[in-house]
């Protein structure tokens, strides 16, 4: 029986068209009624000669199709909850009519799984086992894990403008900047098509600023899409914007941004200390994640400095949610042999000192790992890949004291996938949206094995 179609009754290939309705009766019962029993079919003491129940064969079975299929989605359809009834649970992410379960028999595992999708089947292959069933589990808190990242990642991603032709028409909002960064001056510009329309940004060399090398525009232009890397749409025209308060053309960028990370340190003296250290690493995770993926080209910038370094409200996410780091400086870039160990560590140890230093002093366990990462990152210089692991264990765990116990890193991280999955069915079960922590962290807990929390460990406390 397929799991994707609900059940009608169909006629037997061979049976004529009738004109009219069929009626059905059981005919043995009838038969049975009206015939007297056979002498050689033994009956019950105590049974009544006219037991229909007992002297009936069985009706024969009818092949049975589906005309409407079973919902897919969690929330059950209007008729599937009778009014002044508890819903019932759903099995996988199927959910059953009540008549039909009512009217089904209980069924052992393997014919229950045929209800079931295809990613909750190994959970019912072999019940006597907790070994097996654990680790289907395992794996299925895992796929959970990478659905939802995906889904988040499609809606913080998502809505990418497509490059510049010239059939756009443009806007500018405003007559000041947005941002002012180290390099350039950044402008709000509307970009029209027809009834489509996208705010991006105008981005223009400040005056006496060194202008991006060739080579660094082709860099920047050949990677793909990344939520740390600044996109590029082309180029603004010249004489688009009439009005515009710079000449020539201006580089045309997907993502607004709304401060640079030196504003953003000077504005947070405000801030709890324990609030601002968290969002010091996770800004510090972004860059790493963004310098991964330029260290897997063999290019290393060398100036990564606060004021180049820009801000965005991450899309889709509440005001209160930790900033977007966009990495926009290629103006100087150093080529080495692709994933060369070491190519930003010593630049990534200065920035995060100096990122910590307008923090009030803490005694946080975070705040103690950032201050242990900073003074190793010069000293065994490790990859971007490498420092990005170290920050999410500092975030996220396992910390020290795991490794000192001696707790198999393997067993943590189950725990912790199943952790994280239930903390986020609790604040989606009271509307909470997840925000760009909580798809960081999916990220993270997706990817991790055994091996790479040993190694960020290992740099952060050997």
Avoid at 63 to 80: K, W
Avoid at 83 to 105: C, H, K, M, T, Y
């Amino acid at each position: 029986m397929s799991a994707s179609t609900p059940p009608t009754e169909t006629p037997a290939p061979d049976s004529p068209p009738c004109p009219t309705q069929p009626t059905y009766s059981n005919l043995g019962e009838v038969r049975a009624h009206l015939l007297p029993s056979k002498a050689c079919r033994p009956r019950p003491p105590g049974s009544h000669p006219t037991d229909l129940h007992s002297l009936a064969p069985p009706l024969p079975k009818k092949t049975l199709t589906r005309t409407q299929s079973l919902p897919t989605r969690g929330a059950p359809s209007p008729s599937s909850t009778r009014a002044g009834q508890p819903r019932r649970p759903l099995l996988g992410s199927n959910s059953i009519e009540d008549s039909q379960v009512e009217a089904r028999p209980a069924c052992p595992p393997e014919e229950l799984a045929s209800f079931l999708p295809d990613v909750t089947r190994g959970l019912f292959h072999d019940l006597h086992h907790p070994g097996t069933v654990h680790a289907a589990l395992a794996a299925r808190q895992l796929q959970g894990l990478r659905a939802i990242h995906a889904r988040l990642s499609a809606r913080l991603m998502g809505g990418r403008p497509g490059p510049w032709h010239p059939g756009h028409g443009f806007r500018l909002l405003d007559s000041s900047p947005c941002v002012e960064s180290g390099d350039a001056l950044y402008y709000r510009v509307v970009r029209v098509e027809e009834e489509a329309w996208h705010i991006l940004a105008a981005k223009v060399p400040k005056p006496g600023a060194e202008v991006t090398p060739p080579r660094g525009q082709e860099l920047q232009a050949s990677l793909p899409p990344h939520f740390n890397l600044q996109g590029l749409c082309g180029l603004v025209p010249k004489g688009a914007l009439p009005a515009a308060p710079w000449r020539g053309s201006a580089t045309l960028v997907a993502e607004v941004p709304e401060r640079t990370v030196a504003q953003w340190l000077a504005e947070v003296g405000g801030r709890g200390p324990a609030e601002f250290v968290w969002v010091v690493a996770l800004l510090f995770l972004q860059l790493s994640t963004a310098l991964e993926l330029l260290e897997a080209r063999g290019a290393v910038l060398m100036q990564l400095r606060p004021e180049n370094l820009l801000l965005a409200a991450p899309r889709g996410c509440q005001a209160a949610s930790p900033p977007r780091l966009l990495l926009a400086d290629f103006g100087r870039i150093r080529w080495l042999s692709p994933g060369t160990p070491g190519a930003h560590a010593q630049q990534l140890g200065c920035l995060l000192r100096d990122m910590l230093g307008p923090a009030a002093p803490s005694a946080s366990p975070l705040a103690t790992g950032l201050e242990r990462l900073a003074a190793q990152l010069p000293q065994l210089q490790p990859t971007a890949a490498q420092t990005r692991g170290a920050l999410q264990a500092l975030l996220w765990g396992p910390g020290p004291e795991l490794r000192c116990h001696g707790t198999p890193l393997g067993s943590w991280l189950q725990v912790r996938r199943a952790l994280l999955l239930l903390h986020l069915a609790e604040r989606a079960a009271g509307g909470e949206v997840p925000g760009l922590e909580d798809w960081l962290c999916c990220e993270y807990l997706a990817e991790a094995t055994e091996a790479s929390l040993s190694h960020a460990l290992a740099l952060l406390w050997d």
